[in-house]
């Protein structure tokens, strides 16, 4: 059985920073890539980012580029999300996400698992 269990949300003003995890079990690396969407209250669920280990891809929604950092532990089976210069429209429960590894590119589409989700909020 897959699961996801994410932890690192928490509240922090605005320019400052967060670093999300996702620990997963019951699949490898090498059978998903692992990701992060979110929703904000009233809004539809949005990708933010993910990544494969088979060939190193990574996407990044524009909002989040040049801010938020993606990485992985294969060994642990972890995936990070450091979070820097965190806006107000940030703010969001972010759900952990595996997918298909050939949908990397194309948007992190076609996710099959969730998380719980962590809350992060943001403070102007």
């Known amino acids: 059985e897959v699961q996801l269990v994410e932890s690192g949300g928490g509240l922090v003003q605005a320019g400052g920073s967060l670093r999300l995890s996702c620990a997963g079990t019951g699949f490898t690396f090498d059978d998903y890539a692992v990701g992060w969407i979110r929703q904000a209250p009233g809004k539809e669920r949005e990708t933010v980012s993910c990544?494969?280990?088979?060939?190193?891809?990574?996407y990044y929604r524009d909002a989040v580029k040049g801010r938020f950092t993606i990485s992985s532990d294969k060994a642990k089976n972890t995936v990070f999300l450091q979070m820097n210069s965190l806006k107000p429209e940030d703010s969001a429960v972010y759900y952990c996400?595996?997918?298909?590894?050939?949908?990397?590119?194309?948007?992190?589409?076609?996710?099959?698992?969730y998380g719980q989700g962590t809350q992060v909020t943001v403070s102007a």
């Open positions: 990544i494969t280990t088979t060939d190193g891809s990574i």
């Open positions: 996400t595996a997918l298909p590894t050939y949908w990397v590119e194309a948007g992190c589409l076609g996710v099959k698992y």
